[in-house]
């Protein structure tokens, strides 16, 4: 076989011939760049599209242009109509030229739908110069070495846009050229070659016609030009034409020499075919055995002959190991005849699954995924939470003619325990082309998909319908690879078995042997060469030194760096710190191209591999250095990629350990691969996190490549989610009717509806009725505590009045009522009767009691919640019915249905022991740990998923079984529990059943009630099934695209973590991770690749995981502990696969380091492994001075018994309830010992024993490990608890006779080891066995009974056999009564106890015997501290007063109750008590006059300030709207901001609800919810917004089969008719209302009175027997005929009623939900929303309101200068931004406007200096100490202002207004001429007293009196205005008389008045005469403090600011 059959690179034979590498090779005819080219070979006379333009045509140098067609040939539409920019010239040369883009960069690229590459190759007028542009970039993209999967994706686009044609046209045109570009004609002829290369290799079958055609014209070109033999043309012509050939013949074996043995001949035979042509999935032939295994050994003493011979002995028996149990299972599960055997449940290898259906497809993140269900009737006793069965990753095979000839091969991919109960698992189908999840040809699929159709139309008869399915699935089985199943398929059903085969490691592993084309380090691997050379790296280097500074302690040697290839010159084991043999492994580690380092137990393996990282990622730099030899290259050092270390482990609790390790030397560049971490230590090493934190990972080119794939990918999975959302919801609930609206038939269908409306329930009750789990509303409320809680409230006003309650409850059953009046009535009459009741009223004489309750609120919130309105009626009577309290009554409710809840929750059927399900999950999360540990795929949160999938459920479902539980304890549907339990059990049963109804049968249903049960869940199931159908076909015709994108997405993500991984210096992962991501790990520049655990792991996991440029391979472990496992004993034994590459290595001569000195285990333990299993294996002296294990004579021991062995009822696993029951016993004994739990482990050999040990195990216990031996390689503990089980009569031990088992479980000990077996038969069936127990009965250290001995009485030795001996030791001890004596004198109660030796914990239970001074006995326990608790008068030492108190109690602290005699300095007696010091403030009330006048009661203290005093006076003021203000005197601030009026408005709105807002002229926006509601839904906006109209179908029933075609929001086709009802009350007399709506409770027979009454009254129609009635919801029957009337009528002009719903003409409740009157509840409700939207305004015009209003609102804010409303601003903004009302907007409107009158005053008070003026600083404070009030007061909460409110502001703000006038006459007072003049005084005296003495309100009469005050001072001092000491005329004059222009006047901190002449700008600086302050400036700058004096000359600014330093305020 030649190597290009293996897909080996050209370049590796013959070159690599491209325009970078060759430089001889001359340029290409045309310019690479440039403005265009000459005259192209295809008459082009341009190139388009070089620099992305939009126009077709780019001018160049030639003569002209090429034609424009009118089109863009930049742009072209994809199916989708997404239009795609065709990909530029530009474009793809920089994808050529530019060598940072990586060839597999390039691929992911163009694979891309949205890339524009295909589209570009489709075009027709390409020119020479794009067609030679993208020969370069399809050559780069064929001569990857190891290119994605997308590769062949971009190959099929070539052949399909037939651009093979136009290269075929362009090679012919090259001869025509002239001859300086002939010379680039071999550049494009070698970019052909790597074409055909690409295309034979990869694609072969499909691109023969292609190839050949291609191949042809190249000879043809390459024979015309006369190209040279430089090029090797003709070598790589033949090596395609020897490639092609040789694929259409096969070799044939040659003929062995006799004279060799069996295994050597078949070594010697050739294979009958290619390893790399086998199918890594099964096949038929491997299933049916028509396809013969070629088989050959490991070859363990021996080397290969090649790498192909290794390759395919380990590809063969890898494949072999997890094919042939599912071979072999299926063989022993049927007959050659397709019957199931009986015995087939005792086979171990396979499970089979009956009756198997494909139900749906699911997008999954690889591909289409599939629901598949099995019959779950024979695993109902299956814990799956616990189970082994349909692991992830495990392989099923389905078949649907019991293993014949067809089958189906799919991995399993979700678990979840609750599906899988229900028999539902989800699987990913694998075809034999090797891709999971890889999609068919859906065309054909679909055409097939309408075969069946038609077949089924044309036939009625099933049999037919079958034989059709046959027909089409014997056409899809011969489609190759079709995964994207078929109804077909879908249809089928099935046998499934399933393998316990990880088949994802398999998958992953075989996939990489395939690949394997150069094995690095072969000559070892393969050869077994055994001279060991040093690694490339270090050979290459010169003299490579390597640091050992990093391990070395000492920190006075003068060199610590070596050459590292003279080992001779290294550091001594004592600088080193390290044995001997741990120096030669390190040594052999770093010189030694591969290196085994042999570890037995203990000797610390994982610490020398953790030294050699130590040492490789310290001199990592160093060795690159050393490695670049050039000094060009050490230079350039930064663009080399260095190497890094790969570390690989077999488990991955052993990669945490390893990693966790490496992170403390190596704080950085560490990645963990796998999402299955449970180190916190490593969670920000993992790459999930890596990736997630790292933004520039990506190029632009692969970002835009993931970014369009997502996309795509999202559009596509939601376009499928309507579909598979309701498949899944099917799975687990009976899905809602509407669902099926399509699938039933109309008739059918109607009578659902007829139901509903018959019943007043909803259409999905209605089919939940139908199909027995629901029942009609008389029953729905059937709460055992509504029976009690009625009677009590009933019976107990009659028990007050002195009847006995038994006898009342004989009065209800007598008279049948429990209505008071009829009760006494019969009391009265029956007084002597001595008769009682022992029985209880029946649920029909409450019922009817409920009934005729009238609720007197609003129930709907209460109802809205679930609560059904007998509850509410009930809890109506129980509460105080005369004042009901909503919120009392909803909490009452909510208790009794707790309780409810709470006493009657069913015991669930598979219901489990939480403790034991817990021990029973342990075995199964190791498992799924470890198969998951690869998954780096983010899971979402478990919360939202589970919110998701409720939510679905909700929206699609009508009842899933769990629904029984919580909406039948909702008071929906109330239940017993026994009627509970069994209608859950009903629908979890019917749901899982696969049986449904023939389509014929189906199709002659005419009444749905004339079926029983089970067929009317048949029925359900068979249009269940028809939806599925529909459903499923809509989700096929979109698989195969979504496979498509879901593959490119997966290879695009790979590459973002190749991108992270490869600039890491540390990689790790499992050795399953390793292979999975094969791709990735190959391409790592990782030289070194250190394997952990390397002898556990098979051979072929570590071949695959080989980075292919490793050059150093470090291999640790032992290969006498755990052995790799295969699935297949056979394989394992006679063919050597359980030998791993570490043995094998070692068995053929490669040299090894062996670790010999162990620091882990006590001699006595170390014994048993040496000489037998380990030749050589010394004590570290840290091990010989262990303490003796406490509590048991000897350290080791071992116990023997013959107790025999069980088995495990489901798998291979056997149990030993004896040597459970001691172990778990003997462990509680050890920890009375006093050891921690954690300090102890108990081992089995089986997993079943560890089930049973975790069942007994107590919770003391909880921190004790139990663990089977196998996963705990690697680890150790203090002390060991073995159970070794196997004991029988058949002398079988099982795994007990495997000698590297036998020595993990026996070296994990440090201090104790004790096991428990059968010695006896280990003994005689295992000669290791025999050798260790003469070895330990030479010590003593075996028996039949485990010597315990007591640590307090050594001498005292007892035997434990079984588990009851050590209740003979009670507490650890030897049982006698310990006598140890106590500090007070007692002796200990305990027995003999080794625990708290000196008897500090423990506390004497015994009484106390010692007595008080006073002779009392003590009362307390011994441990107490004494106190006598006796009473005794004593006298108090203080006050000589006599108090009762204990005995013990100091009187001297006792404190004394009499009453205080003292008084206080007020005149008050103080009100304490004597031994409590008298209070500095009394308490006594006084009678005080506040300011306002008013007298009220305070604390005498308080009496001195009533100022501060809060007056509670009520107010009482008559407010505008006429009622009493019911604040008070401070709540009113003295009556100027009254409370809001609290009177209720108790108007109806026109919604029909009652406005429960306070007293306002205006309503504003009811805040109730929406009642609004139909059949369908129910509005869940709030009622002031609204309404989204109803847009499903109407539906109802006009009569004579005819149905409203309306919507449900529009008037109906026409009235509907008034049919009577046909329905029977509870008399079984015929009801008088009308089909469709609710019956009336009135008979015309029993009633007769009450309804000729009510038809007298309410005349209308007939008063016969034919009259039909109609009751309201509020219980109200009136005629059908006056209500028509009623309803149509409209509202009288007079009546100020305005558009509302119409109202019960008797209570006024409004007329919501009638069926019969929805056309006109309808127009209602459409012109209620156009009130509605008309008083709150559009959103649109909402919107530019508040827009407007923020506008305004920022114009008022940015001018004002405070911090004191920073709050109020802030606030204010958010209200404006959260208005959805006009309503909303004008209270936010009012707020801006007050707000900023308040701010403007507050501004102007801040202003006002008040340090240097001597002004009056309570007036100041009395100022804002009102706006502050007044600000409050105008942020409280309030829905609008009132009329009165806005009142209250204007009064209150005038004032405010006149306070700060008032203010700046007093400080222009100072200034002014009379200044000292009294009469000024008087008038400012007076005007002040005016305005601040008074705290009343500022009426109008006050203001008369203040601005008649304020005009006496202006007439006085008319300068105090202008504040300057001036009148106004004087001022102007002083302005003229200067003659300044504006801005020369200013004033000085204190507002004193001076100017500056010249420009006007400040140059000096001087004093103020007035006040001393600091005037003038600088530099024209002001002085601080200084500004424009605008009150001058009305300036803004200085004259002279040529910097613009002062900005006036309106600029």
């Given at each position: 076989?030649?190597?290009?059959?293996?897909?080996?690179?050209?370049?590796?034979?013959?070159?690599?011939?491209?325009?970078?590498?060759?430089?001889?090779?001359?340029?290409?005819?045309?310019?690479?760049?440039?403005?265009?080219?000459?005259?192209?070979?295809?008459?082009?006379?341009?190139?388009?599209?070089?620099?992305?333009?939009?126009?077709?045509?780019?001018?160049?140098?030639?003569?002209?242009?090429?034609?424009?067609?009118?089109?863009?040939h930049n742009h072209r539409v994809n199916a989708e109509n997404h239009v795609i920019q065709l990909i530029s010239y530009k474009a793809l040369e920089e994808m050529v030229q530019d060598e940072t883009i990586e060839a597999r960069n390039v691929t992911l690229r163009l694979a891309s739908d949205h890339s524009g590459f295909c589209q570009r190759l489709s075009q027709t007028d390409l020119d020479g110069g794009m067609i030679q542009m993208l020969l370069k970039v399809i050559g780069k993209m064929c001569r990857d070495d190891d290119p994605p999967d997308s590769l062949k994706r971009v190959l099929n686009n070539i052949i399909h846009t037939k651009f093979t044609d136009k290269i075929i046209r362009f090679l012919h045109a090259l001869p025509r050229e002239n001859a300086f570009r002939k010379q680039h004609a071999a550049t494009h002829i070698l970019n052909c070659l790597d074409l055909l290369r690409a295309w034979i290799t990869r694609m072969p079958a499909t691109s023969e016609t292609d190839v050949s055609m291609l191949s042809a014209n190249v000879k043809i070109v390459i024979e015309k030009m006369a190209l040279g033999s430089d090029y090797k043309f003709e070598a790589r012509l033949k090596e395609i034409d020897e490639i092609l050939s040789e694929q259409l013949t096969q070799p044939t074996p040659t003929e062995e020499d006799n004279d060799l043995s069996e295994a050597e001949r078949m070594h010697e035979m050739a294979p009958p075919n290619n390893f790399r042509d086998i199918s890594v999935y099964p096949e038929a032939g491997d299933i049916n055995g028509t396809q013969e295994s070629f088989l050959r050994t490991n070859l363990v003493n021996s080397a290969y002959k090649n790498e192909d011979h290794y390759l395919d002995v380990q590809f063969r028996l890898l494949r072999e190991d997890f094919v042939r149990p599912l071979r072999e299972g299926i063989r022993h599960c049927f007959t050659p005849g397709g019957e199931m055997r009986l015995d087939r449940q005792r086979q171990t290898n396979v499970r089979v699954y009956e009756n198997v259906s494909i139900e749906f497809?699911?997008?999954?993140?690889?591909?289409?995924?599939?629901?598949?269900?099995?019959?779950?009737?024979?695993?109902?006793?299956?814990?799956?939470?616990?189970?082994?069965?349909?692991?992830?990753?495990?392989?099923?095979?389905?078949?649907?003619?019991?293993?014949?000839?067809?089958?189906?091969?799919?991995?399993?991919?979700?678990?979840?325990?609750?599906?899988?109960?229900?028999?539902?698992?989800?699987?990913?189908?694998?075809?034999?082309?090797?891709?999971?999840?890889?999609?068919?040809?859906?065309?054909?699929?679909?055409?097939?998909?309408?075969?069946?159709?038609?077949?089924?139309?044309?036939?009625?008869?099933?049999?037919?319908?079958?034989?059709?399915?046959?027909?089409?699935?014997?056409?899809?089985?011969?489609?190759?690879?079709?995964?994207?199943?078929?109804?077909?398929?879908?249809?089928?059903?099935?046998?499934?078995?399933?393998?316990?085969?990880?088949?994802?490691?398999?998958?992953?592993?075989?996939?990489?042997?395939?690949?394997?084309?150069?094995?690095?380090?072969?000559?070892?691997?393969?050869?077994?060469?055994?001279?060991?050379?040093?690694?490339?790296?270090?050979?290459?280097?010169?003299?490579?030194?390597?640091?050992?500074?990093?391990?070395?302690?000492?920190?006075?040697?003068?060199?610590?760096?070596?050459?590292?290839?003279?080992?001779?010159?290294?550091?001594?084991?004592?600088?080193?710190?390290?044995?001997?043999?741990?120096?030669?492994?390190?040594?052999?580690?770093?010189?030694?191209?591969?290196?085994?380092?042999q570890g037995p137990p203990g000797t610390g393996k994982t610490h020398v591999g953790l030294i050699v990282m130590k040492l490789l990622l310290a001199n990592r730099q160093r060795r690159n250095e050393n490695f670049i030899r050039n000094p060009l290259q050490r230079r350039r050092r930064a663009a080399i990629e260095y190497s890094q270390v790969l570390v690989i482990c077999y488990t991955n609790h052993a990669l945490d350990q390893f990693l966790e390790g490496i992170i403390k030397f190596q704080r950085t560049d560490v990645i963990r691969v796998g999402g299955r971490c449970k180190s916190k230590v490593l969670e920000q090493y993992k790459l999930m996190n890596v990736r997630r934190n790292s933004s520039t990972t990506l190029g632009r080119l692969n970002r835009r490549t993931i970014w369009d794939l997502w996309r795509d990918l999202s559009a596509q999975q939601h376009a499928m989610e309507s579909c598979t959302d309701v498949l899944e919801v099917s799975t687990h609930s009976v899905l809602r009717l509407q669902q099926f609206e399509s699938i039933i038939p109309h008739p059918l269908y109607e009578q659902f509806e007829m139901i509903s409306l018959q019943s007043g329930c909803t259409a999905d009750d209605a089919l939940l009725m139908w199909l027995g789990v629901a029942e009609p509303d008389k029953i729905l409320c059937d709460k055992p505590y509504i029976l009690e809680e009625c009677v009590n409230a009933v019976t107990a006003p009659l028990e007050k009045m002195g009847y006995n309650k038994r006898k009342v409850v004989q009065a209800i059953l007598d008279s049948n009522s429990m209505e008071q009046q009829k009760i006494l009535d019969w009391l009265e009459k029956n007084e002597n009767n001595p008769g009682a009741a022992d029985a209880f009223p029946t649920k029909d004489i409450i019922h009817l009691y409920l009934e005729k309750i009238e609720i007197p609120f609003d129930p709907q919130p209460l109802l809205d919640q679930g609560f059904h309105p007998l509850e509410v009626k009930c809890a109506l009577l129980a509460t105080d019915f005369r004042r009901p309290n909503i919120k009392y009554i909803e909490t009452w409710l909510e208790n009794k249905n707790k309780a409810a809840d709470k006493e009657n929750d069913p015991v669930q059927a598979d219901n489990l022991n939480d403790e034991e399900d817990a021990h029973l999950e342990a075995d199964v999360e190791f498992l799924e740990e470890q198969r998951a540990i690869d998954q780096d795929d983010e899971e979402p949160a478990a919360p939202s998923r589970r919110e998701n999938e409720k939510k679905k459920t909700d929206q699609l479902a009508a009842a899933t079984y769990d629904d029984i539980k919580e909406k039948m304890s909702s008071g929906k549907w109330e239940l017993q529990p026994a009627e509970r339990k069994r209608r859950k059990n009903k629908i979890k049963l019917q749901i899982g059943r696969v049986d449904a109804m023939s389509k014929r049968d189906a199709g002659d249903v005419a009444e749905l009630f004339s079926l029983d049960e089970n067929n009317r869940w048949r029925l359900y199931r068979r249009w269940l099934q028809d939806l599925r159908d529909q459903l499923r076909g809509r989700i096929i015709a979109e698989g195969d695209k979504y496979n498509q994108l879901a593959r490119a997405l997966v290879d695009a993500q790979n590459e973002q973590d190749y991108t992270i991984l490869r600039s890491a210096k540390v990689v790790g992962m499992t050795t399953t991770g390793a292979a999975k991501y094969r791709d990735i790990v190959q391409r790592l520049p990782a030289k070194v690749v250190i394997v952990e655990e390397a002898a556990e792991v098979l051979e072929a996991h570590i071949v695959t995981s080989m980075p292919r440029n490793t050059e150093h391979l470090i291999l640790i472990g032992d290969h006498q502990q755990l052995k790799p496992s295969p699935t297949v004993y056979e394989l394992a034994k006679k063919f050597n696969l359980d030998i791993s590459l570490f043995e094998r290595m070692i068995k053929n001569g490669?040299?090894?380091?062996?670790?010999?000195?162990?620091?882990?285990?006590?001699?006595?333990?170390?014994?048993?492994?040496?000489?037998?299993?380990?030749?050589?294996?010394?004590?570290?002296?840290?091990?010989?001075?262990?303490?003796?294990?406490?509590?048991?004579?000897?350290?080791?021991?071992?116990?023997?018994?013959?107790?025999?062995?069980?088995?495990?009822?489901?798998?291979?696993?056997?149990?030993?309830?004896?040597?459970?029951?001691?172990?778990?016993?003997?462990?509680?004994?050890?920890?009375?010992?006093?050891?921690?739990?954690?300090?102890?482990?108990?081992?089995?050999?089986?997993?079943?024993?560890?089930?049973?040990?975790?069942?007994?195990?107590?919770?003391?216990?909880?921190?004790?490990?139990?663990?089977?031996?196998?996963?705990?390689?690697?680890?150790?503990?203090?002390?060991?608890?073995?159970?070794?089980?196997?004991?029988n009569d058949e002398g079988k031990i099982g795994f007990l006779g495997i000698e590297n088992r036998v020595c993990v479980a026996l070296s994990r000990a440090k201090i104790g080891l004790f096991c428990i077996g059968d010695f006896t038969l280990l003994a005689e069936k295992s000669r290791l066995w025999r050798i260790i127990l003469e070895k330990l009965q030479e010590e003593g250290s075996t028996g039949d009974g485990l010597p315990l001995q007591c640590r307090n009485h050594p001498e005292k030795i007892f035997s434990a056999r079984i588990a009851k001996d050590f209740e003979k030791v009670p507490e650890g001890g030897c049982g006698q009564q310990c006598v140890f004596r106590l500090n007070c004198g007692h002796r200990c109660t305990r027995f003999c106890h080794p625990d708290d030796e000196r008897h500090t914990k423990f506390k004497c239970r015994k009484s106390c015997e010692r007595k008080c001074p006073s002779g009392h006995l003590c009362r307390l326990k011994c441990h107490e501290t004494c106190h006598c608790v006796v009473k005794v008068l004593k006298e108090i030492p203080n006050c000589g007063h006599i108090q009762t108190m204990d005995c013990g109690k100091d009187p001297n602290t006792f404190t004394c109750y009499v009453p205080c005699q003292d008084v206080l300095p007020c005149g008050h007696q103080c009100l304490g008590v004597c031994g409590v010091p008298c209070p500095t403030k009394c308490e006594v009330l006084v009678e005080k006059q506040l300011p306002c006048d008013h007298v009220q009661k305070i604390p005498c203290y308080r009496s001195e300030k009533p100022r501060k005093v809060d007056c509670m006076n009520p107010c009482g003021v008559e407010l505008r709207c006429g009622h009493r203000c019911r604040g008070n005197c401070f709540s009113c601030k003295q009556g100027r901001l009254h409370e809001r009026c609290r009177e209720k408005c108790n108007r109806q709105l026109f919604c029909g609800h009652i406005c429960q807002e306070d007293c306002s002229t205006k309503c504003p926006p009811c805040k109730k919810k929406c009642d609004t509601k139909c059949q369908h839904s129910a509005c869940p906006k709030e009622c002031f917004e609204p309404c989204v109209l109803c847009t499903e179908r109407c539906n109802k029933w006009l009569g004579r089969n005819r149905k409203c075609s309306k919507l449900c929001s529009e008037p109906c086709d026409s009235t509907p008719v008034t049919k009577p009802c046909l329905k029977r009350l509870k008399c079984k007399h015929s009801c008088v209302g009308i089909v469709g709506e609710k019956c009336p409770e009135l008979c015309r027979v029993c009633n007769k009175d009450k309804l000729t009454e009510i038809g007298e009254m309410f005349p209308g129609g007939d008063h016969g027997s034919s009259q039909?009635?109609?009751?309201?919801?509020?219980?109200?029957?009136?005629?059908?005929?006056?209500?028509?009337?009623?309803?149509?009528?409209?509202?009288?002009?007079?009546?100020?009623?305005?558009?509302?719903?119409?109202?019960?003409?008797?209570?006024?409740?409004?007329?919501?939900?009638?069926?019969?009157?929805?056309?006109?509840?309808?127009?209602?409700?459409?012109?209620?929303?156009?009130?509605?939207?008309?008083?709150?305004?559009?959103?649109?015009?909402?919107?530019?309101?508040?827009?407007?209003?923020?506008?305004?609102?920022?114009?008022?804010?940015?001018?004002?200068?405070?911090?004191?409303?920073?709050?109020?601003?802030?606030?204010?903004?958010?209200?404006?931004?959260?208005?959805?009302?006009?309503?909303?907007?004008?209270?936010?409107?009012?707020?801006?406007?007050?707000?900023?009158?308040?701010?403007?005053?507050?501004?102007?008070?801040?202003?006002?200096?008040?340090?240097?003026?001597?002004?009056?600083?309570?007036?100041?404070?009395?100022?804002?100490?009102?706006?502050?009030?007044?600000?409050?007061?105008?942020?409280?909460?309030?829905?609008?202002?009132?009329d009165q409110e806005m009142l209250d502001f204007d009064c209150e703000f005038g004032k405010i207004k006149q306070q700060l006038i008032f203010i700046k006459f007093i400080r222009n007072s100072l200034f002014d001429a009379k200044r000292g003049d009294e009469m000024l005084k008087s008038y400012l005296k007076r005007a002040g007293n005016l305005l601040f003495s008074s705290t009343l309100r500022f009426t109008d009469d006050h203001e008369v009196e203040v601005e008649r005050a304020m005009k006496d001072i202006t007439d006085y001092a008319p300068s105090l205005v202008s504040g300057l000491g001036i009148s106004e005329e004087e001022k102007k004059m002083v302005v003229k008389a200067m003659s300044f222009q504006k801005g020369h006047w200013y004033k000085c901190r204190n507002d004193h008045i001076y100017c500056i002449g010249n420009c006007g700008g400040a140059e000096l600086t001087a004093t103020c005469p007035e006040c001393q302050q600091t005037i003038g400036g600088a530099g024209h700058r002001l002085a601080d403090g200084n500004q424009v004096a605008g009150e001058m000359d009305g300036s803004t600014r200085p004259a002279y600011d040529p910097q613009n330093l002062l900005i006036p305020p309106e600029v």
């Open positions: 076989m030649n190597r290009l059959e293996r897909g080996r690179p050209w370049r590796r034979n013959v070159g690599r011939f491209d325009d970078h590498q060759n430089e001889n090779l001359p340029r290409p005819p045309w310019p690479d760049r440039g403005r265009g080219g000459g005259r192209g070979i295809d008459g082009g006379r341009g190139r388009d599209g070089d620099r992305g333009r939009a126009g077709p045509v780019i001018r160049g140098r030639g003569r002209g242009v090429a034609p424009n067609n009118g089109t863009n497809p699911k997008p999954g993140r690889t591909g289409m995924q599939y629901y598949v269900h099995f019959d779950t009737k024979r695993l109902q006793n299956v814990r799956w939470d616990a189970s082994r069965k349909l692991m992830y990753g495990n392989l099923v095979c389905l078949s649907f003619d019991k293993f014949e000839r067809h089958f189906l091969f799919a991995i399993i991919v979700d678990r979840d325990p609750k599906q899988l109960k229900m028999g539902y698992v989800r699987l990913e189908f694998v075809s034999n082309n090797g891709n999971v999840g890889a999609g068919g040809n859906v065309e054909d699929a679909l055409r097939e998909l309408q075969l069946e159709n038609d077949s089924e139309d044309s036939s009625d008869d099933d049999s037919s319908d079958e034989d059709d399915e046959n027909v089409i699935e014997e056409q899809l089985a011969a489609v190759p690879g079709n995964s994207l199943l078929t109804q077909a398929d879908m249809r089928r059903r099935y046998y499934m078995v399933e393998t316990e085969a990880y088949f994802e490691s398999y998958r992953h592993v075989l996939a990489g042997l395939q690949k394997t084309e150069n094995i690095p380090l072969q000559q070892y691997i393969v050869r077994c060469q055994q001279e060991i050379r040093p690694p490339r790296y270090l050979r290459v280097a010169q003299q490579p030194r390597y640091d050992f500074k990093c391990i070395i302690e000492a920190d006075d040697l003068p060199h610590t760096d070596v050459e590292v290839l003279k080992t001779d010159s290294w550091h001594s084991t004592e600088e080193l710190s390290l044995d001997q043999s741990q120096l030669d492994a390190l040594k052999s580690a770093l010189t030694n191209e591969i290196s085994l380092i490669i040299p090894r380091s062996k670790l010999q000195l162990q620091h882990r285990m006590r001699p006595q333990i170390a014994s048993l492994l040496r000489p037998h299993i380990y030749q050589v294996l010394e004590d570290h002296e840290s091990v010989l001075h262990y303490p003796q294990v406490m509590g048991v004579q000897k350290n080791v021991f071992f116990l023997s018994h013959e107790c025999r062995e069980n088995n495990v009822q489901d798998g291979q696993s056997k149990v030993n309830h004896h040597e459970a029951s001691f172990m778990v016993t003997f462990c509680q004994y050890l920890i009375q010992q006093g050891y921690l739990p954690g300090q102890i482990t108990i081992l089995t050999a089986y997993v079943g024993q560890l089930h049973i040990i975790n069942r007994l195990k107590p919770k003391k216990l909880a921190g004790v490990r139990v663990t089977a031996v196998d996963n705990f390689q690697g680890e150790e503990n203090d002390i060991i608890l073995l159970s070794l089980v196997r004991s039909r009635f109609i009751m309201l919801k509020c219980k109200h029957i009136f005629p059908a005929e006056f209500l028509d009337r009623w309803m149509e009528m409209k509202a009288d002009a007079s009546e100020d009623e305005g558009i509302q719903l119409k109202q019960c003409p008797q209570c006024k409740t409004v007329i919501r939900d009638s069926n019969r009157y929805r056309h006109i509840i309808n127009q209602q409700l459409r012109l209620i929303n156009q009130v509605r939207e008309k008083i709150n305004g559009k959103t649109e015009d909402v919107a530019k309101a508040r827009k407007k209003l923020l506008r305004h609102f920022v114009s008022e804010r940015d001018p004002l200068d405070t911090d004191s409303c920073a709050t109020e601003w802030k606030e204010l903004q958010k209200s404006i931004n959260e208005s959805k009302t006009m309503n909303d907007l004008v209270v936010a409107e009012i707020r801006l406007r007050n707000l900023s009158k308040l701010c403007d005053v507050e501004t102007a008070v801040n202003g006002i200096p008040i340090f240097h003026l001597k002004l009056p600083k309570n007036i100041l404070e009395s100022l804002k100490a009102n706006i502050t009030i007044v600000r409050d007061w105008l942020f409280n909460n309030r829905p609008y202002f009132s």
